[in-house]
């Protein structure tokens, strides 16, 4: 097949993309939004004191990061500083190994952590791993707040644990320092970092060797050439400098990776309903400001690598049905280990098209 590289993106510019990476984009509650004493804000009366902790393990400039961060402001805002919650960012209070466990558990009242980890716990929540079960950021977008998010949010819910809210990460990619890959038997001969069982089971079917290691250890592994190649969003590949370790990316969103906000249900019942009402409303109100930001994110990061000097093909949309096709044996897994809630939840997303 006939290489097609891309001699063009249509961006909004390396400016912005730099900007947005840093924090240029106004997080919800901001001054780009009605804040704490606009027209949405709680009333501050009649709110029980309560201090809740938040975990997560992004890095702080992250988008999920900012969006968390104004969520916690705001709560502590909209209460008159009544309802605290205390930001522990950056893996300071518990690894993202840990944090499932102390969620469910109540060592931690609140904890972001991604689906794929989620997935231990709840298998269908395996979903978001499946190559190419969400082409589109609009269709994640309906299935979460439809009837996919409704059924995992009450398996989540039987296992212990609320969920407040779905913080999209984007669309993972591909980088490697050995060949470009336009194809499924590019990978042929490649080890490659995977992010999970569902994706390691895609990469194995395209003929490379699957490794799991945590995203803190790729750019060594990189560098040493202990892997060829890593998956991921572009917004992690930017930030952990994938540029200086890997030569050719890769992008064919096969998997919509999603970050969930989840309270321990056993906390989250004892709270008063007008805390649980201000949590939820400010909750959605994060959730819709990260799902814009994470299409614009995908954009700007992979115009960045780019420009950092990687090269960057963009697999066409004619040539999906092969990648999909060739990805089979993951759909199979992950109904294999999801059962009849995981077929029931493929059949919805269908359905949404």
């Keep these: 097949m006939k290489t097609r590289w891309i001699t063009a993106w249509t961006t909004i510019g390396l400016l912005g993309g730099l900007l947005a990476g840093c924090g240029g984009a106004a997080a919800p509650g901001g001054t780009a939004a009605v804040g704490a004493s606009g027209g949405q804000a709680a009333s501050a009366d009649g709110y029980q004191e309560a201090t809740i902790r938040l975990a997560y393990n992004l890095p702080q400039d992250h988008h999920i990061a900012r969006g968390v961060e104004a969520f916690a402001k705001n709560v502590t805002e909209r209460s008159g500083g009544k309802v605290k919650i205390q930001v522990y960012p950056a893996g300071q209070l518990l690894s993202d190994k840990e944090m499932n466990q102390a969620i469910l558990t ?4 609140m904890g972001v952590n991604s689906s794929t980890l989620w997935s231990s716990v709840v298998p269908a929540m395996g979903i978001f791993d499946v190559p190419f079960a969400f082409p589109t950021y609009e269709l994640a977008g309906k299935a979460l707040s439809g009837p996919v998010g409704q059924k995992l949010n009450a398996e989540m819910e ?24 336009t194809r499924p038997d590019d990978f042929h001969g490649l080890k490659i970092r ?44 930017v930030q952990r400098k994938y540029d200086e370790v890997s030569r050719y990316l890769t992008v064919v969103n096969y998997a919509y990776l999603e970050f969930l906000l989840a ?9 008063p ?25 995908d954009k700007q990061t992979a115009e960045q690598l780019k420009q950092k000097g990687m090269d960057v093909y963009v697999v066409p949309e004619s040539d999906l049905p092969q990648w999909k096709e060739a990805a089979r044996p993951a759909w199979d897994e992950y109904l294999k280990t999801a059962g009849d809630l995981g077929r029931e939840l493929l059949d919805d997303v269908q359905n949404i098209r």
Excluded: C
């Design 158 to 181: 039987k296992k212990g644990a609320k969920v407040l809210m779905y913080a999209d990460y984007g669309y993972a990619q591909f980088a490697n320092s050995v060949r470009p890959l």
């Design 106 to 109: 109540g060592g931690v009242e």
């Design 194 to 237: 995977s992010i999970g069982h569902i994706p390691s089971v895609m990469i194995q079917a395209y003929g490379a060797a699957p490794v799991f290691m945590g995203a803190g250890e790729v750019y060594m592994a990189l560098q040493r050439k202990t892997i060829d190649g890593a998956t991921s969003g572009t917004t992690a590949m």
């Design 263 to 271: 309270v321990n249900k056993q906390y989250w019942d004892a709270l």
């Design 273 to 297: 309903p007008k805390t649980q009402e201000l949590l939820t409303a400010t909750a959605r109100e994060t959730e819709e400001w990260i799902r814009k930001q994470a299409e614009e994110e």
